[in-house]
């Protein structure tokens, strides 16, 4: 019984010193990144405004927001540095464009230009809902 209580200190004293390691080590990883922050990073701020780094000092960040829009931020506030997905959003538009136009889909984002919208806001080509059903089967 003696032994009880700083077997339970230890227990629960080391998960907490190992948690506290993990999140110094996370806390540099992020303080370097920052300090190693160049012009032309795209970066994402804390929250979570995408933008390009065009000017830095020892403490503040300017950041392009948009065409010609340029705003100030601290060094503190850059989440992280992001890498140019250029084939990832190739893949994401091509999926997005199949889901668009799949038979089930009720969004008018994928109808064509000449169909009318029903009340639910699907696209409609005319047909009674029973052909379209009857269609949908048989596909």
């Known amino acids: 019984m ?7 200190l230890v227990a629960l004293l080391i998960p907490m010193f190992l948690g506290v ?12 990144m920052q300090d190693s ?3 032309g990073d795209r970066v994402v ?16 960040v300017d950041l392009e927001i ?5 705003t100030t931020w601290l060094r503190q506030a850059i989440r992280e540095v992001r890498k140019d997905d250029v084939d990832t ?7 997005t464009t199949a889901a ?5 889909n009720t969004s008018f984002e994928g109808a064509e230009t000449n169909h009318e ?3 639910n806001g699907a696209a409609h080509n005319g047909s009674s809902d029973a052909q379209d059903a009857s269609r949908l089967t048989k596909d």
Do not use: H, M
């Not at 003696?2 to 339970?8: F, S, T």
């Not at 390691?21 to 370097?32: D, F, G, I, L, P």
């Open 2 to 8: 003696d032994l009880l209580l700083p077997l339970l």
């Open 21 to 32: 390691r993990k999140q110094k080590r996370e806390a540099s990883k992020v303080t370097e």
């Open 37 to 39: 922050l160049k012009i």
């Open 45 to 60: 701020t804390t929250s979570g405004l995408y933008g390009t780094v065009v000017d830095i000092d020892d403490t503040s």
């Open 66 to 70: 948009a065409e010609e829009i340029v």
């Open 89 to 95: 959003t190739e893949d994401n538009t091509e999926d």
């Open 100 to 104: 668009a136009v799949s038979p089930g």
């Open 117 to 119: 919208v029903n009340g």
